[in-house]
């Protein structure tokens, strides 16, 4: 049987641990910025962001429990789009 | 239902008649055939206007049309040119008439949607042109509509920004069909490394579509939002940054040069290993290559702007990575050099074009480098140099491809063969047509003639006058390889399944093939490229 077709009964608690994970991660992202970050700013909003973006896929969109293919190919394109923010940010942050 | 089955796919209406039998078609033969000729129709229009840009540069001062006139020309030639004729151009001609059929499938994985995107390109397509007819006149700012100017002008700048980003709907919904396609609907025993060349290039490019159109959209988005809104994103005197416009503009539109080329070398890839009837020398190479041109293509955008005004360490790490990007495009041509090597090779219309996508296409790539490379690209940048390279690229390399591949699969898509002496002669005419065309401008960049110019001084007199009769031969060499297609997808001899001893799927179905492509699925147990001698196709 196909790995991706098998039932995963996760328990409630899981999704109440991630979901409480995500709003700590939302006040912290208010949070930090009352602190002067300079260059990092941005870094941290979306370093704060990728990581909710993470613990959506993984545990309410079940990447988890998906086929190898899949991870692979979703951890590819995370990859992509932040090497292409990191080369935007060589101009913004060496101007 | 023996007869149902051998009906080809031109002869199954389905529930409507006549045009509706093809606009309501869920068929991807049909839809490729229906994306066919409207690209084809858009792509008369971009030649007539290219034309007549070469017509008025053929003297200094005014020749035929006045300045502004000439603005809004060359701006509708690039924006009808890339957003409606290269970007779509082979994967949705060629990847929906072939893609199901050269991995073994029926169709592809969501017809429905398939035909959905050849509605919203066609909706894009109006609107983009209907700024041609509307009040403020057509749009004057050059295919990038690049910040600040695209903010001020008061031409139609809104239709033709709200176009492109329809257009762009189409283009991933398009990438998102093609790669569930060959994820889920390859034949039984056809593994990725047993999948012919031209999917794998549509594989690659369907990933740039999905992931680089989105950003394109927004920054179009965003124009709307600063010209109707007056939101500070790009303008100085709201606060806004230009080069961020030129930044997100070129992370979608340099990606998308990969678009347009990914098929082409795919096509490519199909046609010389028939026509050197021998397998393709490093088969995995090749793959591996398109994949890296696929990514490493992401990351040189910035190679657009290096006089923009861009920090030294974003400047250098763009170049390097520009020269990055050679490599894989230079392994390909090795490798389809490499396949041509002691071959026996069948010297047919098909293998011209390929042969000439090869010569034109290193010209375009070497040309590449001397703009990739810091010091020569400020000397170059915004030349005629610049246009002659990306003509070379795109012109030469899709559009020839585009040419190799319609007369390599013709005899497939209509059943029909062509007159073979007046397809090598609309061939080479169209050749020298295109070498007379843009070489001399090349020339023109080197010495210092800017791109975009109505007018010029009298040393480039010479250059524009070969460029400009250039133009002429190429429309000629045109008007016989349209002619000659047209005449004989009516009046061309039968075609068998296999004219040119081709081993990929495609080459054992009928032609034209039937509804559903295949009486049963074939299971695949061999390479794509086998040519062992005595080996049933």
């Not at chain 1, 990859?79 to 942050?93: P, R």
């Not at chain 2, 309501?24 to 839809?31: Q, V």
Request: hydrophobic share 50%; charged share 10%; glycine share 8%.
């Amino acid at each position: 049987m196909n790995k991706h077709t098998e039932n995963h009964v996760v328990p409630y608690s899981l999704y109440i641990y991630v979901l409480a994970g995500l709003l700590l991660l939302t006040m912290l992202s208010v949070g930090v910025t009352h602190i002067e970050l300079a260059n990092l700013t941005v870094f941290t909003a979306i370093l704060l962001a990728s990581i909710k973006s993470c613990l959506v896929l993984v545990f309410f969109m079940h990447l988890k429990f998906d086929n190898r293919i899949l991870q692979i190919l979703v951890t590819a394109v995370f990859i992509l789009v932040a090497l292409v923010l990191f080369i935007t940010f060589l101009d913004y942050n060496y101007r | 239902m023996s007869e149902h089955k051998h009906k080809s796919f031109r002869e199954e209406n389905g529930s409507y008649k006549g045009v509706f039998a093809w606009i309501f078609s869920t068929d991807h033969k049909r839809i490729g055939l229906l994306y066919l000729y409207a690209i084809v129709s858009f792509f008369l229009i971009g030649v007539l206007l290219g034309a007549l840009m070469k017509l008025e540069l053929m003297a200094p001062g005014k020749t035929v049309i006045d300045p502004a006139t000439y603005n809004a020309i060359f701006t509708l030639h690039g924006v009808i040119m890339i957003f409606l004729v290269v970007v779509p151009g082979l994967p949705a001609v060629f990847g929906n008439f072939l893609l199901p059929i050269m991995i073994g499938a029926k169709d592809v994985a969501f017809p429905k949607l398939n035909l959905l995107s050849w509605w919203i390109y066609v909706f894009g397509a109006i609107i983009a042109l209907s700024s041609l007819f509307m009040g403020g006149g057509p749009p004057d700012t050059g295919w990038t509509f690049y910040a600040p100017y695209a903010f001020k002008t008061n031409t139609n700048m809104l239709p033709a920004v709200l176009g492109a980003f329809i257009l762009g709907f189409s283009s991933i919904l398009t990438g998102i069909n093609f790669i569930v396609t060959i994820h889920r609907l390859r034949a039984p025993g056809m593994t990725w490394f047993k999948m012919p060349l031209f999917p794998w290039t549509l594989y690659g490019t369907g990933w740039i579509q999905i992931l680089a159109t989105p950003i394109v959209g927004i920054t179009l988005l965003m124009i709307v939002g600063e010209r109707v809104l007056n939101i500070g994103f790009f303008d100085p005197a709201l606060g806004g940054d230009p080069i961020l416009y030129q930044h997100l503009f070129w992370i979608y539109s340099h990606p998308a040069v990969y678009i347009m080329i990914l098929p082409a070398m795919g096509a490519i890839s199909e046609i010389i290993p028939t026509f050197a009837n021998k397998s393709i020398f490093g088969y995995k190479a090749i793959v591996i290559s398109t994949l890296a041109i696929a990514f490493v293509g992401y990351f040189v955008w910035g190679h657009h702007m290096f006089t923009s005004g861009m920090s030294g360490t974003a400047l250098y790490t763009f170049s390097l990575l520009t020269f990055l990007v050679a490599i894989p495009s230079a392994i390909k041509v090795f490798n389809w050099v490499g396949t041509l090597h002691k071959a026996s090779i069948q010297l047919e219309t098909p293998f011209f074009w390929a042969a000439s996508f090869l010569f034109v296409f290193m010209i375009g790539g070497l040309s590449g480098l001397a703009l990739g490379a810091l010091a020569t690209n400020v000397h170059l940048h915004d030349t005629a140099f610049v246009v002659a390279h990306f003509h070379f690229i795109v012109f030469g390399g899709v559009g020839f491809a585009f040419m190799g591949a319609i007369h390599y699969w013709f005899p497939k898509i209509w059943g029909r063969m062509y007159n073979s002496k007046l397809a090598t002669s609309g061939w080479i005419i169209f050749f020298i047509g295109f070498c007379t065309l843009y070489l001399p401008m090349f020339f023109l960049g080197v010495t210092g003639m800017p791109r975009r110019y109505y007018d010029y001084v009298e040393k480039f007199h010479g250059p524009n006058i070969v460029s400009t009769i250039g133009s002429w031969v190429l429309i000629l060499g045109l008007i016989i390889i349209i002619y000659n297609l047209i005449r004989s997808a009516y009046k061309g001899e039968k075609a068998d399944k296999n004219p040119w001893g081709g081993r990929t799927l495609e080459w054992t179905v009928d032609s034209p093939p039937t509804l559903e492509n295949f009486d049963e699925i074939p299971v695949v147990n061999r390479s794509p490229y086998d040519y062992r001698k005595n080996l049933e196709s």
